[in-house]
């Protein structure tokens, strides 16, 4: 993959600094997405709320980094996937269905994406599809059960599904970035590792906290 790829120059020395802030960001902030239910607004509220909550900025961006490190058609189908089995998850979240695992379930996305990342793991296109699909169904049930407290929730969720693909988008050209650097696997590597441990921080607070 990487040997019949040019190296990046000013590009490769860029994504390197790009995905290595990402690594340090996840390290030095272990914010959860849902430690204040009091979800305010409404457009502007829900395009906010991933990116001020760590996980689901994590595993969003995380899903096109993995994409972009897949390939076609995964590239373009993982991050049509997560929005879509999030809005069914949001859907489940509204309803008067308790799921006590979905914090545990969104930690453990966080660390199982980052190590995909890191390890360079490559999967069938179904298989791959299961996974960022079932997470997708956690992350949007734990916003579901917020929706109802937001002042306008067609507007708060607008927002939150642009977010959501914009984070995805910044993801893949991260990830297109990093597989056109000089250091590629290295980059990788360590972005992936640093996730997966944020999502180690984000699966204990979750079973301990």
Known sequence: MAESRRPGGAKGRWAARALLFAAAL?????????????????????????IMGLDHLLAMVSVGIWG????????YL???IFPT??????I???GDFPIGFAEVAIGLS?????????????LPVWA???IVGAFALFHGYAHGRELPLAADPVAYSSGFVLATGLLHLAGVGLGWAAARARHERLILKSVGLAIAA???VFLYRSLFG
């Open 26 to 50: 996840s390290c030095s902030m272990p914010l959860l997405a849902h430690e204040d239910n009091s979800t305010e607004g409404g457009f502007f509220a829900g395009l906010m709320h991933p």
């Open 68 to 75: 972009a490190v897949l390939g076609r058609p995964l590239l």
């Open 78 to 80: 993982l991050p049509v």
């Open 85 to 90: 089995v999030m809005t069914l998850g949001a």
């Open 92 to 94: 489940v979240g509204m």
């Open 110 to 122: 966080v660390l199982v994406l980052g190590a995909l990342i890191a390890l360079r793991v490559s």
């Open 128 to 130: 791959a599809s299961l």
């Open 198 to 200: 944020a999502g180690t």
